[in-house]
C-alpha cells in the first residue's frame, strides 16, 4: 500500500514539475530593458475572464514574464463585465492598479474622476498604437488609457445546417430557423441586433426608438431559441444552434472546434469595441502600473496575446507582422482585420451617430434605466 | 419544562445570535427597501408595479403546481415500497435517493442540457432509429422535469420517515377487523402518512415556485419566472432594488400562506385520525 501511494507521490510531483518546465521563455533584449527596481512590490491587475495569454497549452504566461522581469509580484483577478468592475471601484474597499474596461465604461469612469493619467512619456511603446484607436470619443487627448483590444459584432452560423443568409440582422428574425437561432442575453447588445435592423444609432436618446426596438425584438422573441451569453460556444460548436450574433475574436476560437462555422458582418452595420489598459484613482503602485502597460506593449507580448485571445489588436507591430498574418491564416486575419471601407463604403467620412459602425456610448441615466426597464419587458413579455 | 434554564439559553445563543443575524435582518431590510424607493421614503409605488410581473408569477404558480403534483405521485408509491423493503435494502435505497443530492444542483441541472438538448443524448439515440430530433429543450416540459428533478428526494424523504413510523400492529389491527390490502392502505397508512405527504409537498412547492437557474438553463432563457426576474432586477442595479424586494416579499407572503393552509389542513386531518 504504501509503495504504490508512494510511487504514486513520486508521479505526480514528476507531472507538476515537468508541466512548470514545459514552458521557458528568455530573451535578453527585454531583460536589460526592464530594471527590477520595484522588486518585492506588488501589482493589482483587474482584468476581464480568458483576456491574457496565460501559459496554457504552452503559450506564453505573461504575468509570470513579467514577474520575472522586474522582481514585481502581479495579483491577477477577472470580472465579467465592465458594470460589475464598475460596481468594485465604485464601493471602494478595493485596491487595483491596472484595469480593462470597455469604452464607454472608460467614458464614465473618467467623468466620475475615477481614473488617473497615465504618463505617456514613460511608456514609450505606446509609439505601436495604431492612430485608428487614438484620440476615440470617450479620451480624446488619449491621457487615461492605452488600447489593448479591438473588435466588431458579427453573425456566425454553421454552414452545415443553413444556407448562407443574406448577411443582415434580420436573419435573426427569420422564420426560417425557427429555433435555431440565438441573441445575446444582455440589454445593450441584444438592442444593438434590433437598433441596427431598424435603422437606429446604438446611442440614440430618444426614448421613442428604445420602444420599437424593444417592439421589434419582442417579434422575433417566438423565432429565437434562447438568449445566451457565453453558453453559445457549447451551442454553436455542437449544432444545437444554427445562428447567433457574437465577437469576432470569439468566432475564430469557435471554428477551431467546428469547422462548419462561418462568420459575416451584418450590412446595416454593427458595434465595435475598444477595451484598452487604464490606471483607476485608486492606484497604491502607479510606477509598477506604467511599467507593466509597456510591457504589455511590447511587440512579442501583445504578440503573444493577439495569439492567444484571438481578438484584434491595435497594435501595429502586431497587424503587420508577417508570422501573425501567417498564423491566423486569410479568412481569419479578414475577419479581425477587415477592410472597411469595402464593408461599409463611406462610412467612416459620416457624422459618428450617424455611422453604421458605432461604439457604445455612455448613455444617461434616464435612458439607461428605459432600456433596462424595456429589456425586462421583452423577457417578462 | 416551562422555564427555560439558564443553562438552555446559554447553549441556544449562537444560533440565536446567527439566526438574528442572517434571518430576521435580511427579512427586515428586504421589508425596508420594499416599502421605500429609491432615495430611502415611504412608498407603495413598487407594488403598483406588480401588474407588469403577472405572466412570470402565473407561470411560476403553475409550474410549481405541476412539479408538485409530479412528485407527489412519483414519491408517495416509492416511499411505500421503500417501507416493505429489508432494513439493508431501505438503506441502500436512502442512500440512492441521498446521492444527487451531494452534488450541486447547477451541475445536476446543467446535465439535464445534454441529455435533453437537440444534439443531446435522447436524440442522438432516437436518431439511431431515424427519429427526431424532439424539442426536448427549451420547452416548459423541461423545465418541470428539473423541478422535479432536483426536488423530488424532499418529497420521498419525509413521506418514507412518516411512514416507518407507523406502527406495524395498527395494519395487523386493521386486517384482522376485515380490511383488505387496499383498505389498508386508504383508511390506515393514507391518513398517517399525511404530516410527511404535507412537508413534502411544502418543501418541494417552496424552492419550485422561487427558482431561477432551471427555468433559464432548461427553458431557453425566454420566459421568466418570478425567480429570474428578481435575480435580473438585483443584478441589473440598485436601483431595482426596491421593487425586487417587493417581488421578493410577495412571494414569501405568497409561500407563507401555502404553507399556513397545508399545515392547517394537516392538523385537521390529525384530529381526526
Known amino acids: 500500500?504504501?509503495?504504490?501511494?508512494?510511487?504514486?507521490?513520486?508521479?505526480?510531483?514528476?507531472?507538476?514539475?515537468?508541466?512548470?518546465?514545459?514552458?521557458?521563455?528568455?530573451?535578453?533584449?527585454?531583460?536589460?530593458?526592464?530594471?527590477?527596481?520595484?522588486?518585492?512590490?506588488?501589482?493589482?491587475?483587474?482584468?476581464?475572464?480568458?483576456?491574457?495569454?496565460?501559459?496554457s497549452e504552452g503559450c506564453m504566461d505573461v504575468n509570470r514574464e513579467f514577474e520575472r522581469l522586474t522582481g514585481i509580484k502581479v495579483n491577477y483577478t477577472t470580472f465579467e463585465s465592465n458594470e460589475t468592475m464598475y460596481s468594485q471601484l465604485k464601493n471602494g474597499g478595493v485596491s487595483y492598479d491596472i484595469i480593462i474596461p470597455s469604452d464607454y465604461m472608460i467614458g464614465r469612469l473618467i467623468s466620475e474622476d475615477m481614473l488617473e493619467k497615465i504618463d505617456m512619456s514613460r511608456v514609450s511603446n505606446y509609439q505601436y498604437i495604431s492612430d485608428k484607436y487614438k484620440g476615440l470619443y470617450f479620451d480624446p487627448a488619449q491621457e487615461y488609457s492605452v488600447p489593448y483590444n479591438v473588435g466588431m459584432v458579427g453573425i456566425i452560423y454553421n454552414s452545415a445546417l443553413i444556407d448562407e443568409p443574406q448577411h443582415s440582422w434580420?436573419?435573426?428574425?427569420?422564420?426560417?430557423?425557427?429555433?435555431?437561432?440565438?441573441?445575446?442575453?444582455?440589454?445593450?447588445?441584444?438592442?444593438?441586433?434590433?437598433?441596427?435592423?431598424?435603422?437606429?444609432?446604438?446611442?440614440?436618446?430618444?426614448?421613442?426608438?428604445?420602444?420599437?426596438?424593444?417592439?421589434?425584438?419582442?417579434?422575433?422573441?417566438?423565432?429565437?431559441?434562447?438568449?445566451?451569453?457565453?453558453e453559445i460556444y457549447g451551442k454553436l460548436e455542437t449544432g444545437e444552434a444554427a445562428i447567433g450574433p457574437y465577437y469576432a475574436g470569439d468566432y475564430i476560437v469557435m471554428k477551431e472546434v467546428n469547422e462548419d462555422l462561418e462568420f459575416f458582418y451584418p450590412q446595416e452595420g454593427t458595434n465595435i469595441f475598444v477595451d484598452s489598459v487604464c490606471i483607476p484613482s485608486c492606484v497604491k503602485n502607479y510606477d509598477a502600473a506604467l511599467l507593466y502597460i509597456n510591457f504589455l506593449l511590447e511587440p512579442e507580448i501583445a504578440l503573444a496575446n493577439a495569439e492567444y485571445i484571438g481578438y484584434a489588436s491595435p497594435h501595429t507591430a502586431v497587424i503587420n507582422n508577417p508570422d501573425y498574418h501567417e498564423?491566423?491564416?486569410?479568412?481569419?486575419?479578414?475577419?479581425?482585420?477587415?477592410?472597411?471601407?469595402a464593408l461599409y463604403p463611406g462610412d467612416s467620412a459620416l457624422p459618428e451617430n450617424e455611422r453604421k459602425v458605432e461604439y457604445y456610448h455612455d448613455l444617461p441615466e434616464s435612458v439607461r434605466m428605459h432600456y433596462e426597464n424595456l429589456w425586462l419587458d421583452l423577457k417578462l413579455y | 419544562m416551562n422555564k427555560k434554564s439558564f443553562g438552555s439559553r446559554i447553549v441556544a445563543a449562537p444560533y440565536m445570535v446567527w439566526a438574528a443575524i442572517f434571518i430576521v435582518v435580511p427579512l427586515l431590510i428586504m421589508a425596508y427597501f420594499a416599502f421605500t424607493d429609491g432615495s430611502g421614503n415611504f412608498t407603495?409605488?413598487?407594488?403598483?408595479?406588480?401588474?407588469?410581473?403577472?405572466?412570470?408569477?402565473?407561470?411560476?404558480?403553475?409550474?410549481?403546481?405541476?412539479?408538485?403534483?409530479?412528485?407527489?405521485?412519483?414519491?408517495?408509491?416509492?416511499?411505500?415500497?421503500?417501507?416493505?423493503?429489508?432494513?439493508?435494502?431501505?438503506?441502500?435505497?436512502?442512500?440512492?435517493?441521498?446521492?444527487?443530492?451531494?452534488?450541486?444542483?447547477?451541475?445536476?441541472?446543467?446535465?439535464?442540457?445534454?441529455?435533453?438538448?437537440?444534439?443531446?443524448?435522447?436524440?442522438?439515440?432516437?436518431?439511431?432509429f431515424g427519429i427526431g430530433p424532439l424539442q426536448l429543450i427549451n420547452t416548459p416540459g423541461a423545465v418541470i422535469l428539473g423541478m422535479v428533478y432536483d426536488f423530488i428526494p424532499y418529497m420521498i424523504l419525509p413521506i418514507y420517515t412518516a411512514m416507518s413510523k407507523i406502527d406495524n400492529s395498527l395494519l395487523e389491527a386493521a386486517s384482522d377487523l376485515g380490511s383488505n390490502?387496499?383498505?389498508?392502505?386508504?383508511?390506515?397508512?393514507?391518513?398517517?402518512?399525511?404530516?410527511?405527504?404535507?412537508?413534502?409537498?411544502?418543501?418541494?412547492?417552496v424552492p419550485s415556485i422561487s427558482t431561477f437557474y432551471i427555468?433559464?438553463?432548461?427553458?431557453?432563457?425566454?420566459?421568466?419566472?418570478?425567480?429570474?426576474?428578481?435575480?435580473?432586477?438585483?443584478?441589473?442595479?440598485?436601483?431595482?432594488?426596491?421593487?425586487?424586494?417587493?417581488?421578493?416579499?410577495?412571494?414569501?407572503?405568497?409561500?407563507?400562506?401555502?404553507?399556513?393552509?397545508?399545515?392547517?389542513?394537516?392538523?385537521?386531518?390529525?384530529?381526526?385520525?
Open chain 1, 1 to 55: 500500500m504504501f509503495k504504490k501511494f508512494l510511487s504514486l507521490l513520486i508521479v505526480l510531483v514528476l507531472c507538476v514539475t515537468l508541466c512548470s518546465c514545459g514552458y521557458e521563455y528568455q530573451n535578453p533584449e527585454l531583460q536589460c530593458k526592464y530594471t527590477r527596481e520595484l522588486a518585492g512590490t506588488e501589482l493589482n491587475v483587474y482584468n476581464w475572464g480568458e483576456y491574457i495569454s496565460d501559459g
Open chain 1, 327 to 341: 498564423y491566423l491564416g486569410e479568412e481569419f486575419y479578414n475577419i479581425l482585420y477587415p477592410d472597411m471601407e
Open chain 2, 181 to 205: 390490502s387496499w383498505s389498508r392502505i386508504r383508511r390506515v397508512i393514507m391518513p398517517l402518512s399525511l404530516p410527511g405527504v404535507i412537508s413534502g409537498i411544502t418543501m418541494v412547492f
Open chain 2, 215 to 273: 427555468s433559464q438553463k432548461l427553458g431557453g432563457n425566454k420566459d421568466m419566472l418570478i425567480g429570474d426576474a428578481i435575480e435580473y432586477l438585483f443584478n441589473t442595479g440598485p436601483q431595482y432594488y426596491n421593487v425586487a424586494s417587493t417581488l421578493s416579499l410577495i412571494l414569501m407572503v405568497m409561500i407563507l400562506v401555502c404553507t399556513l393552509i397545508m399545515n392547517r389542513f394537516g392538523d385537521d386531518e390529525e384530529v381526526v385520525v
Open chain 1, 170 to 230: 434580420g436573419a435573426l428574425w427569420d422564420e426560417k430557423y425557427k429555433n435555431m437561432s440565438l441573441n445575446f442575453n444582455n440589454p445593450r447588445d441584444g438592442f444593438m441586433t434590433a437598433q441596427k435592423l431598424l435603422g437606429f444609432s446604438l446611442n440614440t436618446t430618444n426614448e421613442k426608438e428604445w420602444d420599437m426596438a424593444c417592439e421589434k425584438l419582442k417579434a422575433g422573441k417566438s423565432v429565437l431559441q434562447s438568449y445566451v451569453m457565453d
Open chain 2, 44 to 128: 407603495v409605488d413598487n407594488f403598483m408595479q406588480i401588474a407588469r410581473f403577472k405572466k412570470a408569477f402565473a407561470l411560476s404558480i403553475i409550474y410549481a403546481v405541476i412539479a408538485t403534483i409530479i412528485t407527489l405521485l412519483l414519491a408517495y408509491p416509492m416511499a411505500y415500497y421503500m417501507t416493505k423493503l429489508k432494513i439493508s435494502s431501505q438503506r441502500m435505497v436512502m442512500m440512492l435517493i441521498m446521492l444527487p443530492m451531494w452534488m450541486n444542483f447547477l451541475i445536476r441541472t446543467y446535465s439535464w442540457i445534454t441529455i435533453l438538448a437537440n444534439t443531446g443524448l435522447i436524440n442522438k439515440f432516437l436518431g439511431l
